[in-house]
């Protein structure tokens, strides 16, 4: 079954610029069967990812955002010349999984690689359950204006551990939820009191 995602590119520009965070940003969680798991200490999101072994050594991924739990899933490689913010119909699919993904996708860098980054919103949110139970992921493109729509594969993936991963996200997304109402706790405790009385 194809399941086309629907969301405007321009979320998706916005989400490419900041995907991955700065050393200062995100601290490690841990490592989970070869997958490293982040937490963002601005945003409260988690990001699980791993480097695989390969031409130009893929790096594969998923971004979850804490309150809405989208899910963003990115992949990057060396050797791969797509530019940033180039606009691609992009498609993901599962092995064991009877569902494909299928939607709008962006190009961005990190470290010196490129590649794209695909969000799922809404019930797509079943992106996390099959990531974590599929044995591996095929990323492909389309080229526009191809009538036959027909797929080109960007790379293929074991999905290894990626229960193991899962497990851990969902820890760490936990972990974030208790920081996050301790700020916003500590917040309301004060927002009565003025930063400067004073100033006018």
Request: with cysteine.
């Amino acid at each position: 079954m194809i399941k086309r995602i629907k969301h405007p590119f321009a979320m998706l520009m916005l989400v490419s610029a900041s995907l991955f965070h700065t050393p200062t940003q995100a601290k490690l969680f841990g490592t989970f069967a070869g997958w490293e798991v982040s937490a963002d200490d601005v945003d409260y999101d988690c990001v699980v990812a791993r480097e695989h072994e390969g031409p130009g050594d893929t790096v594969m991924g998923l971004n979850v955002e804490l309150v809405s739990r989208d899910i963003y899933v990115f992949i990057v490689n060396a050797n791969w010349t797509i530019k940033e913010k180039d606009n691609i119909e992009a498609g993901i699919g599962i092995d064991g999984v009877d569902k494909a993904y299928v939607g709008p996708a962006v190009g961005f860098m990190s470290d010196g690689k490129r590649g794209l980054v695909m969000k799922m919103v809404g019930e797509d949110h079943d992106f996390l359950a099959n990531f974590a139970r599929g044995s591996g992921i095929r990323f492909y493109r389309f080229d526009a204006g191809d009538k036959e729509n027909k797929p080109h594969l960007i790379d293929y993936l074991n999905l290894d551990g990626t229960q193991a991963a899962a497990d851990a996200l969902g820890r760490c997304l936990s972990t974030q939820r208790a920081r996050l109402n301790a700020a916003e706790a500590y917040k309301r405790r004060w927002k009565d009191i003025p930063a400067d009385p004073f100033k006018k």
